[in-house]
């Protein structure tokens, strides 16, 4: 028999929701009130659904839902909440593994939410998994400050930066910002994890508003999304009197698919983009810095770890191929001169210029270059200062 998981810190509303759940003779239901606990109860049991409180004691809702995607990304999550829930402008979105439900609800509520995860789960209909857009309305709810670090397959992975439930950055590529964002939003069967928000990622460069990247509103009093709920429960009920009657469903077990490789942290990369952030913040916060066109750091290969730019600029993976010419150049030409290799490069025109520096990555001694391109009256002994520091 499915085993059903709720959580939530209120015991009395446990007892009752399971009360009335153990009334429908389908699922057998374990609860907990204790986030933790409840990660521990998913480790001992194949739990076929997951009901959660927003506001669970020991780790909260984000958390675990993180931990879901992680470890039993294919399990359908519901996500019980106190304020309107959100109203997606796509139908699809509410459709995916990750179900909002407003308190106070029916039981009725519940199980139809319960019966349409397993309809989805055993038609196969999971490709799509837990989607950025079902799950970014939930940041604003509990007014996250954190860095996001969102992988989906054949992504790269990207990161969002927000500061008390609003989305303030992103980076993705070499996209820009808004690009980045707009980009990671629109991700399906997402992994995700969340860390401190850095010092230096605490200005705000998105303008779009959160729920405009999850293309949702949020549902007050008696209107059009109202009457969409009833007609969703409507299905909600038709679907679970379709699987009450089928007679395979009463009895069956299903396994939990489980994640096949572990999300591995891009430790590199998340160094890389510390790097680019500290010197975007020295050159923004100096008066006689003036602007810069691109930061990036790079291997010796040309591969791009993380880049921010200021303005458009065409393929700067091949002016990074380039520049190693450049430096292999000059080491030859510095040895036959009997002095010192040099540590950077600096080219420089009427219009702007570059500055190369050669860095040493904490990581596998891979040396790293760091790439900065400036306006037109950069101060180039300051920018260097800067990229010196970071060796």
Known sequence: MDKVLIV???????????????????????????????????????????AADM?????????LLAHMS????????I??????????????????????????????????????????????????????????????????????????????????????????????????????AMQIASWNQISFSFSELPRRRTRRR??????????????????????????KEADFDRQSEALRNEEEFEGE????????????PDIPGRWAEEIVDRIADMLEQADDARAFRLISVFEPEGQILAARQAEVQKDFSVLVRDLEGFWEAGRQTAEKAGIDPADSLILHGENGGLILRRISSAFNGQPLWALVVCEAGTNWHFVKACLDTLV
Not at 24 to 34: C, G
Not at 94 to 99: A, G, K, N, T
């Open 70 to 77: 992680q470890k039993h990304y294919k399990t359908p999550c």
């Open 55 to 63: 506001e669970i004691p020991g780790m909260d809702a984000l958390e």
């Open 253 to 264: 077990d299903f396994d939990i698919v489980e994640l096949l490789d572990e999300v591995k």
């Open 206 to 231: 998105v303008k779009t508003k959160l729920m405009d990247f999850a293309d949702a509103t949020w549902s007050t009093g008696q209107n059009t999304s109202d009457v969409q709920d009833v007609q």
């Open 8 to 50: 939530d810190g209120n015991e009395e509303f446990l007892e009752t929701t399971k009360a009335g759940l153990q009334k429908v003779h389908q699922f057998e239901i374990l609860t907990s009130t204790d986030g933790r606990d409840a990660v521990s109860l998913l480790a001992a049991h194949s739990v076929s659904v997951l």
């Open 79 to 180: 996500v019980m909440i106190d304020r309107g829930k959100p109203w997606f402008k796509e139908p699809a979105s509410q459709q995916s593994f990750l179900y909002h439900l407003e308190k106070p609800f029916r039981i009725g509520s519940l199980v139809s939410a319960i019966f349409v995860g397993l309809n989805l789960r055993d038609e196969g209909s999971n490709n799509q998994g837990m989607t950025m857009a079902s799950l970014l309305p939930l940041l604003e709810i509990q007014q996250k400050t954190c860095r996001m670090q969102v992988s989906a397959p054949g992504k790269r992975t990207g990161f969002l930066y927000f500061e008390n439930g609003e989305i303030i950055d992103a980076h993705c590529k070499d996209l820009s910002v808004h690009e980045a």
